[in-house]
């Protein structure tokens, strides 16, 4: 047994545990993350020669983040980890890699994919701007760099990620602008009961709500944002507030997000078969309980099968690595897998209140001028997805694509899959579900002009 | 001057680079991203004519903060930590994107 291939595709929350789970039964995974270090998102390591403590880094956060880490060391030589290593296609039972400029194949009998998520971006007039940056792009920036995007930053969108990246940068030093939620706190309130599944979560994002406004950083709800305003970087950021009235806060960077969305590439590449969530308005993956995929020997975990957040992720990891075991013939006790399915129970719950309480702003799309950039690769606009959908009836996204090239660019529709889907969906009018979703293509992402085959 | 602003860690060792043909001073574990955004406001022209770039999700999922070295080696500007004597060049080549 010891021969088999258990291939692990990401190194946070997830793919840490998963690892550990298919170690700890003797078999050596071969663990490839393209980032530099282990972490993942959430715990994402600062580089060599940094100084600040975990406390600083990751706050409340910082005792599970020193877990993770001490975990994924403890492995040691136990796992093969290919940092610096993306995969960049699928086929037939094998990963192609590369390594900084070096291409190469791993064959897998199981493959478990914990990719997670990048930023959902609905995006607005002023978005390729010099100086906009997704919310989770400030996060980064100052936890992996020291940096803030900017002097006078406003937080724009909704979600969690946005107070928190907010008291983040106050508490660091930068100069909070403002924080326009696009959510209301009726949604909040509504939201409560599902959000109880999960009291701590809720607690922190109460405290990082409170600090903020304690600390006088204006804090606006409800709001509708309109433009970015700025001719070689923002200058400023127009918005109407929940009464109807506009403003307009001066600005020089602005971090935008409203949630996260599942990476999902990978599994498509591996055939996976698709369902429609009605929550994360997204296609995803089908699973069972467990994360097993339609595909036999190929299993998802973490955000990038379902936004459920760090702490389910890293049980998602153990639950995915003993369905992938148990499939290989190795045996698992029941009971350890029917705990980790009862841990992820109330987790689905609180998703569901995340999107009650930070609603994804769909209907922005049709409110989107026909001159906003929707594709910043290739400056698709609004306009010529809706010219698409009504003059060449493209009847859903892939041949819109085929027509406007929406989702073509070397983003592979990461930044605009998901409100170019909108935009399509409201010309035509139609439910989202029926405009379909952008199949994915391998290579997933850009792969460096001289690439060179590993002997 | 630029766009970042550093908050933290800045005693870090010096690191001098070319933008440009202008020698520049980033900081040991820097970003090529975040070495221009320190030095400057903007990463790069986008080749669609509609102006300044400066990247957008520094998670390596975007792919707007693509540059190059005077060699003509394409760098992403986000995932790719500064050495001593890198010589970076913004303007210029047109994208193309590799057949699979
Ligand atoms: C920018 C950002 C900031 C966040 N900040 C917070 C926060 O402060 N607090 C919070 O509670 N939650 C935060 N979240 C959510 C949190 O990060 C996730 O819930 C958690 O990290 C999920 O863990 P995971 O293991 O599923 O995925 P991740 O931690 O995202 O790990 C996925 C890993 O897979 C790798 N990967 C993906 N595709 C490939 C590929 N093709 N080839 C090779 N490697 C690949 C990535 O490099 C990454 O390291 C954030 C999310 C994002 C995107």
Redesign the interface.
């Known amino acids: 047994m010891a021969d088999r291939t258990v291939l692990i595709v990401g190194a946070g929350p997830a793919g840490t545990r998963a690892a550990e789970r298919v170690a700890a039964a003797g078999l050596r995974p071969v663990v490839v993350d393209?980032?530099?270090a282990n972490g993942g998102?959430i715990y994402r390591r600062?580089?060599?020669?940094?100084?600040?403590p975990a406390q600083?880094l990751y706050g409340f956060e910082s005792g599970k983040a020193v877990a993770v880490h001490g975990a994924f060391a403890a492995l040691g030589d136990r796992i093969d980890y290919r940092p610096l290593t993306l995969v960049w296609?699928l086929w037939e039972s094998e990963a192609h890699l590369l390594t900084g400029t070096t291409a190469s194949r791993q064959q897998y009998d199981a493959l478990i994919l914990a990719t997670g998520a990048?930023?959902r971006i609905m995006p607005l007039p002023g978005w390729?701007?010099?100086?906009?940056?997704?919310l989770?792009?400030a996060q980064?920036?100052?936890k992996?760099?020291?940096?803030?995007?900017?002097?006078r930053v406003v937080l724009l969108g909704t979600g969690p990620l946005l107070p928190l990246v907010a008291y983040q940068y106050a508490r660091?030093?930068?100069t909070v602008a403002a924080v326009l939620d696009t959510s209301t706190l009726g949604a909040a309130i509504r939201a409560l009961p599902a959000l109880a599944a999960r009291p701590g979560m809720l607690a922190k994002g109460l405290y990082y709500t409170a600090w903020l406004l304690k600390a006088g950083i204006p804090f606006h709800r409800g709001i509708t944002p309109t433009a970015i305003e700025g001719?070689?970087?923002v200058a400023a950021i127009r918005y109407r507030t929940a009464d109807g009235i506009e403003r307009q806060v001066a600005c020089?960077?602005i971090g935008l997000g409203y949630g996260l969305r599942s990476?999902t590439q990978l599994a498509d590449l591996a055939r996976c078969d698709f369902a429609f969530d009605a929550v994360a308005r997204q296609w995803l993956p089908a699973t069972d309980a467990d994360g097993r995929t339609s595909t036999p020997g190929v299993y998802l975990a973490g955000d990038g099968a379902r936004i459920l957040g760090a702490d389910a992720a890293e049980i998602a990891g153990k639950l995915a690595a003993c369905a992938a075991l148990q499939d290989l013939g190795i045996a698992v006790p029941d009971a350890e897998m029917a705990a980790y399915r009862a841990a992820l129970a109330p987790m689905d719950r609180f998703r569901v209140g995340l999107d009650t309480a930070y609603p994804w702003p769909a209907h922005f799309a049709a409110g989107l001028p026909d001159t906003a950039?929707v594709c910043?690769?290739?400056?698709i606009t609004a306009g010529d997805i809706r010219d698409v959908a009504r003059e060449k009836g493209a009847p859903e996204v892939n041949r819109a694509k085929a027509f406007s090239r929406l989702g073509m660019?070397?983003?592979q529709g990461?930044?605009c899959g998901a409100a170019g889907a909108e935009v399509l969906a409201d010309a035509l009018g139609v439910r989202l579900e029926e405009v379909g979703r952008l199949r994915g293509?391998?290579?997933v992402?850009?792969?460096?002009?001289?690439t060179g085959i590993a002997p | 001057m630029g766009?970042?602003?550093?908050?933290?860690?800045?005693d870090?060792?010096p690191v001098s680079l070319e933008i440009d043909g202008t020698m520049v001073t980033a900081l040991?574990?820097?970003?090529v991203q975040?070495a221009i955004l320190?030095n400057g406001?903007?990463?790069r022209e986008?080749e669609?004519g509609?102006?300044?770039?400066?990247?957008?999700?520094?998670?390596?999922?975007?792919?707007?903060c693509?540059v190059w070295t005077v060699e003509?080696?394409?760098l992403r500007g986000c995932?790719t930590?500064v050495a001593a004597g890198m010589r970076i060049v913004t303007k210029g080549s047109t994208?193309q994107?590799?057949p699979?």
């Open positions: 393209e980032a530099a998102q600062q580089p060599a020669g940094f100084r600040r600083t296609h990048t930023d390729t701007l010099p100086g906009v940056f997704s989770g792009a980064i920036a100052l992996a760099q020291g940096c803030a995007i900017g002097s660091a030093g930068a001719t070689d970087g020089d960077a990476e950039v910043r690769c290739e400056c660019g070397r983003c990461r930044m293509q391998g290579p992402k850009p792969l460096p002009l001289a | 766009r970042f602003v550093r908050l933290a860690e800045t870090r060792p040991a574990g820097d970003t975040v320190t406001f903007a990463l986008s669609f509609d102006g300044l770039r400066a990247g957008f999700c520094l998670m390596a999922a975007c792919q707007d693509w003509g080696e394409r995932s930590e994208w994107i590799e699979s």
